[in-house]
C-alpha cells in the first residue's frame, strides 16, 4: 500500500514553538541550515528511490531558489507552506490571504508547475478559522493538508475524520466534513496528518515529534495496523531540521519547546530509514484520491 511522505521546508528558528523567543524580523541574522538538511533528505530520499510532496515555505524559496529547483528537478511535488510561517490563527482574513498567494506564486515560477496542495504552518487550521478553505479555493489550491484530529495546544481539530475526505460549504455557509459539495457548493479536498485509533482515542503516530518521541517499533506497530486493519493509507510528515541534531540551540526556549524540538534529534536519520525500508511512501497526489 502507498503511503504519503511529506516533508515541511522550513528552518530550525521559525517553529511555532520558538515564536515567544526567536523575532520574526530578526530571521535572516540566523545561519540557514534549510539547503544543507533538506539536501540530505532528497539524498536519503533518492537511496530508497522514494518520492515525496515537499511543503515549502515561501520565505525559504525566495532565499534558496535553487533548493526548490532542485526539488522539482528530482521528481517531488512541490506544495505550499506558505510564506511566513504565521499560525493562521494569528493572521488577519486579509494576511492570510496575502501570505498564502505569494507562496504559491514564487513556487510556481520557480518550479514551472502549478501548485496544487497547501499545510498550514503548525496544523493550524482550527474551527476558528474555516475560513481559510475560502480562501485556499480562491488562490488555487485544490487540496489542503492542514488538519489534524487531535486536542493540543497550538493545533487540532478532534472530532474531524482520521483519513481523507471532502470538506464543503453548506447553504447555511459553514465549512463541515464529508458533506458532498454538488448543488454549486464549494468544496475541496481534505488530507489530514494521520492518527491511530485506540479504544476510541486518536493517537498522534506519523511523524515529526512523534516520531521523535514514540520508539520506532511502536511507531512501525501502528502504521502497520493502519495498513492492514484499517486498509488505508497513511500520511507522514517531517521536517529537514529534525534530522540535524548539531543546529544551533535556542537558550532561551521554554522548557517545554526545548523539549519537543530537541528530543532525540540524533535519532531521527536512522528511523527515517528504517520507515522507508518497512514501507512504501509516494507524493500526496500520488496516493490519495485527490
Not at 511555532?16 to 523575532?23: H, I, Q
Not at 540566523?30 to 533538506?38: A, D, F, I, Q
Not at 503548525?122 to 480562491?138: A, P, R, V
Amino acid at each position: 500500500m502507498l503511503n504519503a511522505l511529506t516533508i515541511d521546508v522550513e528552518d530550525y528558528f521559525q517553529v511555532s514553538a520558538f515564536e515567544g523567543c526567536v523575532s520574526r524580523e530578526c530571521w535572516d541574522n540566523y545561519p540557514l541550515r534549510v539547503e544543507r538538511n533538506t539536501s540530505r533528505i532528497l539524498d536519503i530520499l533518492d537511496e530508497f528511490e522514494v518520492k515525496a510532496t515537499f511543503f515549502v515555505l515561501g520565505w525559504v524559496a525566495e532565499r534558496k531558489p535553487a533548493l526548490v529547483r532542485e526539488i522539482a528537478r528530482r521528481g517531488h511535488e512541490v506544495a505550499s507552506h506558505g510564506h511566513g510561517h504565521q499560525r493562521v490563527c494569528n493572521q488577519t482574513r486579509k494576511e492570510f490571504r496575502e501570505d498564502i498567494r505569494r507562496s504559491k506564486a514564487v513556487l510556481e515560477e520557480l518550479c514551472g508547475v502549478p501548485v496544487h496542495g497547501y499545510r498550514a504552518p503548525s496544523y493550524s487550521i482550527s474551527m476558528k478559522c474555516l475560513w481559510t478553505f475560502d480562501e485556499l479555493l480562491d488562490a488555487g489550491y485544490s487540496y489542503d493538508s492542514s488538519v489534524f484530529p487531535i486536542q493540543h495546544d497550538l493545533y487540532g481539530i478532534p472530532d474531524w475524520p482520521r483519513h481523507p475526505f471532502t470538506v464543503a460549504k453548506s447553504a447555511d455557509g459553514k465549512w463541515r466534513p464529508g458533506i458532498n459539495g454538488g448543488d454549486g457548493f464549494p468544496c475541496m479536498t481534505e488530507i489530514p496528518i494521520t492518527t491511530l485509533s485506540i479504544a476510541g482515542t486518536s493517537i498522534p503516530i506519523a511523524g515529526g515529534g512523534y516520531f521523535r518521541l514514540f520508539p520506532y517499533t511502536f511507531t512501525k506497530w501502528g502504521l502497520k495496523r493502519i495498513n492492514r486493519e484499517e486498509g488505508r493509507s497513511f500520511v507522514f510528515y517531517l521536517h529537514p531540521w529534525e534530522i540535524d541534531p548539531e543546529q544551533p540551540r535556542m537558550s532561551n526556549a521554554p522548557l517545554k519547546s526545548h523539549f519537543r524540538h530537541y528530543l532525540n534529534l540524533l535519532k531521527t536519520e536512522g528511523r527515517l530509514r528504517r520507515l522507508l525500508a518497512d514501507f512504501r511512501f509516494a507524493p500526496v497526489k500520488h496516493c490519495m484520491e485527490i
